[in-house]
């Protein structure tokens, strides 16, 4: 339905997600965790932000995700949260804090929503979460899932090669995805699986899927906002598509003002009170 605002600057909720998928419209999504990166993206109209547990590498400099503590997160959070005025955000709930434990997985959901006022969370797994995922959606709190490749299972795949490329992992994914939808989760994440089973997942579900590395057939994309502005050096998916080199333009200002300062140049004249 039509709003005053316009459809650029109307909020984004969860129900407008799933009208955009009735409509076939692809949803954009993109991570951040700090305030000013958040005011950008939301000013560039993204229709979701997920202040992915991905900080746990990217602002932290850890080589998983499975560090960052729910603390971190609420951090996170709340920085975003103070930026964005029209985008759907989306918290990651972190390793260690729901799983094989509903009424944990729900305190720390009623954390991330209160301490944060991000919209919604998002967890990783199917049916060993399926417990705490029905606990938290009965507290009203909207769910983002998460199948494929879930990094915070990485020390039991051992790899973040593509998952699901063999049947009977296939078979589990579809079944895992189906019962998210069933529980009421109002969104799916499909990361790094063949792009015949995610346009199949989406074709069968009701729910917004959102893909990375899951090829072109999902109902919207996600990806890092560092990766996809080329700020990381040395991580080159496939999938990942680079739309700036920020590495260098931000390498060559440092320099050129480290130069400038040692040189005498900076500040001039009219650079002083
Ligand atoms: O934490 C994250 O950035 C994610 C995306 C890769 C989907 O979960």
Redesign the pocket.
């Known amino acids: 339905m039509a709003n005053y605002l316009g459809d650029k600057e109307r909020k984004v909720t969860t129900h407008r997600l799933m009208e955009m998928k009735q409509r076939g419209e692809k949803i954009a999504m993109i991570?951040s965790y700090d305030y000013t990166m958040a005011g950008l993206v939301d000013q560039a109209g993204i229709d979701v932000i997920?202040v992915?547990?991905?900080a746990s590498n990217v602002m932290a400099g850890n080589v998983t995700?499975l560090p960052i503590t729910l603390d971190q997160m609420i951090y996170h959070g709340k920085s975003v949260m103070k930026a964005v005025n029209r985008a759907l955000v989306v918290v990651?709930m972190p390793f260690g804090t729901y799983q094989g434990n509903s009424k944990e997985g729900l305190a720390s959901a009623i954390r991330i929503m209160k301490e944060t006022h991000a919209d919604t969370v998002?967890l990783e797994g199917g049916e060993e979460v399926i417990e705490t995922v029905k606990r938290i959606l009965s507290a009203g709190i909207p769910i983002m899932g998460?199948l494929g490749l879930t990094?915070q299972s990485i020390n039991k795949f051992g790899t973040y090669a593509v998952r699901a490329k063999e049947k009977e992992e296939a078979d589990k994914l579809i079944r895992d995805a189906h019962l998210l939808e069933d529980a009421g989760c109002y969104a799916l994440?499909l990361?790094k699986i063949p792009s015949a089973l995610a346009k199949r997942v989406s074709e069968e579900l009701t729910i917004p899927v959102i893909g990375?590395g899951a090829g072109g057939d999902t109902d919207g994309q996600?990806l890092?906002v560092h990766d996809m502005l080329g700020m990381t050096n040395g991580f080159s998916p496939r999938f990942l598509r680079r739309y700036a080199d920020l590495n260098t333009v931000i390498v060559d200002a440092v320099q050129h003002y480290s130069e400038d300062i040692k040189s005498g140049d900076f500040p001039n004249s009219e650079e002083q009170y």
């Open positions: 991570t997920l992915g547990d991905s995700t990651d998002k998460h990094p994440v990361e990375i996600v890092v």
